[in-house]
């Protein structure tokens, strides 16, 4: 090795014609993947409703899929959303994904919802009561999945008007929304949250 070489390699530089001393060389580390954000891990996926849409074009029919989703965490955390796609897992995928982007917090008292309310959209109407302990759920369909995956435990429900499912989970969004507990009410009258349950 010549003068110059032997001086590169002292001085932590690279040999001419060789390669960096193994001290020198860079060592390289994957990067963990951050951490999913905004969703919590325990939350549960339902279908509701999977149609099939076909269209009539010159060629022939075409055919796709369309998915109703509901997901929640049973904590008060509640969201649908509907994805359309040509083949079934990917429009439940899409769906998913949209049901998680659009949640709402449902007000829960004891288990139950804090007052009686409507649900009206299009078609779809039903009305919603508090439950005392030990009634459980009385609903069914898209209605009944909604209040399970929301958290409540003791709700009684009326359709009122309609079955397409689609109105029906609207109209049930739009009641759980209109929710109000306790103490929104109190902060709102500028009254005692006491004097608020005792009327």
């Known amino acids: 090795m ?14 001419a014609g060789g390669e960096r001393p193994a001290h020198h060389k860079k060592k390289f580390t994957r990067k963990p993947a951050p951490a999913a954000t905004g969703i919590a891990p325990d939350m549960e996926e339902r279908v509701v409703a999977v149609n099939r849409v076909t269209k009539v074009v010159k060629g022939g029919r075409r055919f796709s899929f369309s998915a109703l989703m509901i997901v929640g965490d049973k904590k008060g955390r509640v969201g ?12 439940i995928k899409k769906a ?21 309310v409507l649900g ?20 069914s369909g898209a209605c009944r ?17 309609g079955n397409n499912p689609h109105n029906i989970v609207k109209a049930t969004f739009k009641a759980l929304r209109a929710l109000r507990s306790s103490e929104k009410i109190a902060e709102i009258r500028g009254l005692d949250v006491k004097s608020i349950r005792l009327k």
């Open 120 to 139: 009206e959209y299009d078609a779809g109407k039903v009305l919603f009561k508090p439950a005392a302990d030990g009634t459980g759920i009385k609903a």
């Open 2 to 15: 010549s003068e110059e070489n032997k001086k590169a390699v002292s001085e932590g530089g690279e040999a």
């Open 145 to 161: 999945s909604i209040l399970e995956l929301a958290g409540l435990k003791n709700v009684l429900t009326k359709s009122l008007r």
């Open 80 to 91: 649908y959303g509907l994805g359309k796609a040509k083949e079934v897992p990917e429009a």
């Open 96 to 116: 998913t994904q949209d049901a998680k982007k659009n949640m709402i917090f449902v007000s829960i008292d004891r288990g139950t919802i804090p007052h009686e």
